[in-house]
């Protein structure tokens, strides 16, 4: 249990859905991330909120929307998504960015 | 492009000690280096993190020579439960710092019975 919660951590969809990715802490982190693990690749950071400002976006799809309403919740919204985007989603905090980070357990997506 | 370098895989049995050596020869003065441990399906889970010198913790130990262009990951007296992928990133954790940390492929450790 690392103190970050992530729901759901299996999640099907079509490629027309539309579905939201849930990452929650409560250990007073300032930066939170999202993750992209695709199989045997490097973890591909995505977003970044830093004191609930953005302050990243690697050349992310825009099918991919962050949300991040305070400080210890940060969403992803899905829409419209391919079948090369299943791939286990990460979320993490740190007390500021570059400091030790925790990661929830993940969400198991699969685009059909 | 990943700031670190480290073997893609490696073996060692049970009992023995481990180390895993990373190289990171662009480090800034600013970096702290920064180990990771995951496990497949999981998210990584945090070891150890050093500017020089050595650190230890009740998990590993972390070596960092002078020049700070390499560090070696020392995990004593592996298990089967030490399988797994670590990670080895610099990073700069100062508050008002913008750089995100790099994720390489790490280096797949088996511990064989």
């Known amino acids: 249990e690392t103190g970050v919660t992530q729901t759901p951590r299996h999640l099907v969809m079509g490629m027309t859905n539309k579905k939201s990715l849930k990452c929650e802490q409560h250990?007073?982190?300032?930066?939170m991330y999202w993750y992209k693990q695709s199989a045997k690749k490097p973890l591909e950071l995505m977003f970044v909120?830093?004191?609930?400002?953005?302050?990243e976006n690697n050349s992310v799809p825009s099918r991919f929307s962050p949300e991040c309403p305070n400080s210890s919740h940060l969403f992803l919204h899905l829409h419209t998504l391919q079948p090369e985007d299943s791939a286990l989603y990460l979320c993490a905090s740190s007390q500021y960015t570059g400091t030790e980070a925790f990661f929830g357990q993940g969400t198991r997506l699969t685009v059909v | 492009l990943a700031k670190t370098t480290q073997p893609i895989s490696m073996d060692s049995y049970e009992g023995q000690e481990v180390n895993i050596t990373c190289s990171h020869n662009n480090i800034a003065t600013n970096d702290y280096i920064t180990w990771y441990q995951q496990f497949p399906s999981q998210g990584p889970r945090f070891i150890i993190q050093?500017?020089?010198?050595?650190v230890t913790n009740e998990v590993a130990s972390l070596f960092i020579p002078a020049d700070r262009k390499s560090s070696t990951l020392s995990l004593p007296r592996v298990s089967l439960s030490d399988t797994a992928v670590y990670y080895c990133?610099?990073?700069?954790?100062?508050?008002?710092?913008?750089?995100?940390?790099?994720w390489g492929a790490g280096t797949k450790l088996i511990i064989k019975p």
């Open positions: 250990l007073g982190h300032n930066a």
């Open positions: 990133l610099v990073g700069d954790r100062r508050v008002d710092s913008n750089y995100q940390l790099i």
């Open positions: 050093g500017y020089k010198t050595k």
């Open positions: 909120y830093n004191f609930k400002e953005q302050t």
